[in-house]
């Protein structure tokens, strides 16, 4: 593990509700480590590529990148990560944010997108970030 994992859990842990929501909104990698059970049903594992794709993807939502492209092996998480973990932090930060999420097979975009929505509609994220707006009834839809 990294030190920046153990030390993200051990602040989280001494945080209240609120207090851990700031502190997730402003962190992708302490973000991504508690959302992760949600998607997987495990506890993430961080290592060396999880804070850097994690620390990537953060620097790209944060204006550093232009564009960013994810060169890894398949089956290394970059999905999970970018396109069903970001937009629900991305969302957390700003509900106002939009994004148009694509893949080269209609069922990997459609297994995101419900992954996604799965984060976003969970209690564990309700109770900290969706507190003042829903998703829209004409837009909670698969496709």
Known sequence: ????????????????????ADALRNDFGAFARKAWPIIDGAELIPDRFVALLCNELQAWAGGVHQNLA?????????SLFASVLL?????????????????????????DSVRSRDVI???????????????????????
């Open 1 to 20: 593990m990294t030190p920046r994992f153990n030390a993200a859990s051990t602040l989280l842990a001494s945080l209240d509700r609120e207090d851990e």
């Open 70 to 78: 994810l060169c890894v092996p398949p089956g290394s998480g970059k």
């Open 87 to 111: 937009p629900a932090w991305m969302w957390a930060r700003d509900p106002k944010w939009q994004v148009l999420c694509g893949a080269h097979a209609e069922e990997l975009a459609i297994r």
């Open 121 to 143: 509609r969970s209690d564990w994220y309700g109770e900290r970030f969706r507190r003042q707006w829903a998703l829209k009834d004409d837009q909670n839809q698969k496709r």
